[in-house]
T-cell receptor, first 115, second 113 residues
Framework: AQSVTQPDIHITVSEGASLELRCNYS??????LFWYVQSPGQGLQLLLK??????LVQGIKGFEAEFKRSQSSFNLRKPSVHWSDAAEYFC?????????????FGTGTLLAVQP | NAGVTQTPKFQVLKTGQSMTLQCAQDMNHNSMYWYRQDPGMGLRLIYYSASEGTTDKGEVPNGYNVSRLNKREFSLRLESAAPSQTSVYFCASSERALEGTQYFGPGTRLLVL
């Protein structure tokens, strides 16, 4: 069965510092992989996604993620964090094929940004 | 283009009351989904509809029913609300051809007393 693990529940970084949020997945084949961001009181917004091809994926707001098949990971990175990046981040895995696109979400990582 | 809209934004119910959460999308998507979000649990799929006229159970369907009224609308009904259903509910939609990208509504916060 598919599963997603985000090992860090809460991370605090200083503004301007680099960021890496970890995501590990369990799936029998190469899945679809997503990162979503949720600002307080808001819905989820897609940051980036990986379907195939180049394993380094660029997203919105200066984020990128790298798919590493050997490590079953899809970590999210940003070279310089801004205060507006404070939010909760969710990694999700989707199964290839089938009639619909069901996603399995991780439990989220809450990012705090210190001035 | 409003995307995915949900009503109401916030609701308080007493145990045993019923209510329907409404969701509509204007992106002509085939698939629609209902999730609940609880602290430390991420999002869990309640029900989904692969296409108009079909619905299927997700991970946590007990205590809920759904109706895919037409291609645009997908409602979630709580027949007899319980405190365990206190949560934030998100509706999402996707076009199957877009390989999994789901677009989310702003959520409905439900408190069951």
């Amino acid at each position: 069965a598919q599963s997603v693990t985000q090992p860090d529940i809460h991370i605090t970084v200083s503004e301007g510092a680099s960021l890496e949020l970890r995501c590990n997945y369990s799936y029998g084949a190469t899945p679809y992989l997503f990162w979503y961001v949720q600002s307080p009181g808001q819905g989820l917004q897609l940051l980036l996604k990986y379907f195939s091809g180049d394993t380094l994926v660029q997203g919105i707001k200066g984020f990128e993620a790298e798919f590493k098949r050997s490590q079953s990971s899809f970590n999210l990175r940003k070279p310089s964090v801004h205060w507006s990046d404070a939010a909760e981040y969710f990694c999700a895995v989707g199964a290839r094929g089938g009639a619909t696109n069901k996603l399995i979400f991780g439990t989220g990582t809450l990012l705090a940004v210190q001035p | 283009n409003a995307g995915v809209t949900q009503t109401p934004k916030f609701q308080v119910l007493k145990t045993g009351q019923s209510m329907t959460l409404q969701c509509a999308q204007d992106m002509n998507h085939n698939s629609m989904y209902w999730y609940r979000q609880d602290p430390g649990m991420g999002l869990r799929l309640i029900y989904y509809s692969a296409s108009e006229g079909t619905t299927d159970k997700g991970e946590v369907p007990n205590g809920y029913n759904v109706s895919r009224l037409n291609k645009r609308e997908f409602s979630l009904r709580l027949e007899s609300a319980a405190p365990s259903q206190t949560s934030v509910y998100f509706c999402a939609s996707s076009e199957r051809a877009l390989e999994g990208t789901q677009y989310f509504g702003p959520g409905t916060r439900l408190l069951v007393l």
